[in-house]
């Protein structure tokens, strides 16, 4: 392995020493934590909320806590070597974000260090076998509400735009060519909509993405889907600038900025209050508590956002009846 990845990340170590010698009285944790994008990413909405979150449960960075933090820089091909290196860093806990196949990879490295994450299915991406009471060193959360939330989001979207038979389904390769993609696909059968794959590459930046959204737009695509997950999740404020400029009525999954940004409509669930519990549990671990005793959430609390203020941007009236179902109206 190259001297420089196994450097790359790992912003805390050169500290190390010198911290646990000034903390020699105390217990000083070690929590190692991986972006699949850029270490800029570790700002956005989950990562800051576990970082805050922290301090408040008694790990402070720089006292008693080292963070490593590594990043794969949206390259799928890096995930083992990364894996090795957060292993060999020997933290007390592994926090990972939304990536099934990284996850398979550190744990293919350690069944002792405790791996905290966010999931989709991990009982059908083989992660775990028992959601209530995981079996080996990894718990979380889960962020999947269903497969059926992809039929709902459409359902949703063709409420607010009945005329759009054109709809685009914005995600990662994986997810359409996978379950969510076929049920995407099923759903506008049932519907009578003409269901357009835009899949992006983990590694996809603004050029694809706006490449894209002009490719929509050669299509005739009337409305649009978009997948939350990565590289979606990294290029957010980019993909609603587009789906506004292109005046493409969208649904998202990020109802967590539905009033500060241009969305149109959100559907998801309350990401702030299952990140929450996700932080809450990368705490229960460094205090010792077994992946086994932890169990995995799954969402129950679901949030439908309109913001009226976009509507009126692409010249849309959205039905009474569809705001009158909002859990948040932006007006």
């Known amino acids: 392995m190259r001297r420089r990845d196994l450097l790359t990340g790992v912003l805390a170590t050169a500290t190390a020493s010198a911290l646990q010698a000034a903390e020699k009285n105390k217990v000083v944790y070690r929590l190692a934590v991986c972006s699949q994008f850029g270490l800029e990413s570790f700002t956005t909405t989950h990562w800051a909320i576990l970082f805050n979150r922290l301090p408040q449960m008694g790990f402070t960075e720089g006292k008693n806590l080292i963070v490593d933090r590594f990043s794969t820089e949206g390259r799928?091909?890096?995930?083992?070597?990364i894996a090795w290196s957060m292993v060999q860093a020997k933290p007390d806990v592994i926090a990972l974000g939304f990536d099934h196949q990284l996850i398979l990879q550190v744990a293919k490295y350690t069944t002792t260090i405790p791996i905290v994450a966010?999931?989709?299915d991990p009982v059908a991406a083989g992660i775990v076998k028992n959601m209530a009471r995981p079996e080996g060193n990894i718990t979380g959360v889960s962020l999947d509400a269903g497969i059926e939330m992809q039929g709902k989001h459409l359902e949703i979207l063709r409420r607010a735009v009945p005329s759009a038979s054109q709809v685009a389904y914005l995600s990662d390769r994986a997810g359409w060519e996978g379950s969510w993609g076929k049920a995407v696909r099923e759903a506008g059968q049932?519907?009578?909509a003409t269901i357009i794959g835009a899949p992006m590459e983990l590694s996809a930046g603004e050029t694809e993405?706006?490449?894209?959204?002009?490719?929509?737009a050669q299509q005739?695509?009337?409305a649009l889907m978009v997948s939350g997950l990565p590289p979606n999740s990294e290029h957010r404020e980019l993909i609603l600038e587009l789906a506004t400029q292109h005046r493409l009525p969208s649904i998202t999954w990020w109802t967590d900025i539905a009033e500060s940004k241009q969305v149109l409509l959100a559907?998801?669930?309350d990401w702030p209050y299952y990140f929450g519990i996700w932080a809450d549990e990368v705490g229960q671990a460094l205090n010792g508590v077994a992946p086994a005793d932890i169990p995995i959430h799954q969402p129950t609390k679901?949030?439908?956002a309109i913001n009226l203020r976009t509507a009126k941007t692409l010249g849309l009236e959205v039905p009474a009846t569809l705001i009158s179902s909002a859990d948040m109206v932006i007006e």
Request: aromatic share 18%.
């Open 220 to 222: 005739s695509v009337q």
């Open 190 to 192: 049932r519907s009578g």
């Open 209 to 216: 993405y706006r490449q894209t959204f002009r490719t929509m």
């Open 76 to 81: 799928p091909e890096r995930y083992e070597e």
């Open 267 to 269: 559907y998801a669930p």
């Open 118 to 120: 966010s999931f989709g």
């Open 302 to 304: 679901l949030v439908l």
